[in-house]
């Protein structure tokens, strides 16, 4: 089946540090990626959706700035949380798919925790 | 937008049936998915209905009803890895919405 590769899976680090976390896919191309937060014993909410070569759309309510999102090939795209507060501890997801119809298939979370 | 709704929590026996019911509202339908998630996991991709019917895949089968918004995920011979949160997620165009999700928890 489809494997989606996520790392870190957890990070802790101090506020204001600058965090990148990685998702590829590594036996199919992903047209779409898309990131994710979780907050505990909460659903999943959509942050962005990035394209390969194009910028990403973000959700409403998502800083930009703040989470910087590239996708530069078929199968790797990047979240960079910029300057981390505490308030942006959380469990980060992404996703990756091929085609339109095709299901999403998740990485394993990334953990973070901003001291 | 989609307002999907499932129930919050479900119990049962190893061995029981559950129904997890899942209904929703939406402009742009193009799917439904559900998926697993065990506490501290990401999700894991378990059916997909586009089409009205039942997809049946070994112990579990979803089934769906566009006309009503509706979907279930039925389990069969519960097991007790079974217990985790499952999450009913619609596909509005190219945009996957989830639910709040479904904690089931198998007793013995």
């Known amino acids: 089946g489809a494997v989606v590769s996520q790392h870190p899976s957890w990070v802790i680090c101090k506020s204001g540090t600058s965090v990148k976390i990685e998702c590829r896919s590594l036996?199919?191309?992903?047209?779409?990626m898309f990131w994710y937060r979780q907050f505990p014993k909460q659903s999943l909410m959509l942050m962005a959706t990035?394209?390969?070569?194009?910028?990403?759309?973000?959700e409403q309510g998502v800083e930009k700035d703040k989470f910087l999102i590239n996708h530069a090939s078929l199968t790797l795209s990047t979240l960079t949380v910029t300057s981390a507060h505490p308030e942006d501890s959380s469990f980060y997801i992404c996703?990756?798919?091929?085609?339109?119809?095709?299901?999403?298939?998740f990485g394993d979370g990334t953990r973070l925790s901003i001291l | 937008g989609q307002n999907i709704d499932q129930p919050t929590e479900m119990t049962a026996t190893e061995g029981a049936i559950v129904q997890i019911n899942c209904t929703y509202q939406?402009?742009?339908?193009?799917?439904l998915f559900w998926y697993q998630q065990h506490a501290g996991e990401a999700p894991t991709f378990l059916s997909y209905?586009?089409?009205?019917g039942l997809e049946e895949k070994g112990r579990f089968s979803s089934f769906l009803s566009r006309s009503k918004g509706y979907s279930y995920l039925l389990l069969k011979e519960l097991q007790m890895k079974d217990s985790a949160s499952y999450l009913c997620?619609?596909?509005?165009?190219?945009?996957?919405?989830f639910g709040a999700g479904t904690t089931v928890t198998v007793r013995a």
């Open positions: 939406t402009s742009g339908f193009n799917g």
């Open positions: 036996d199919f191309q992903a047209t779409t």
């Open positions: 990035s394209n390969e070569g194009s910028k990403a759309t973000y």
């Open positions: 209905n586009v089409l009205d």
């Open positions: 996703s990756a798919r091929g085609t339109a119809n095709q299901p999403q298939h």
């Open positions: 997620a619609v596909r509005e165009r190219d945009k996957l919405s």
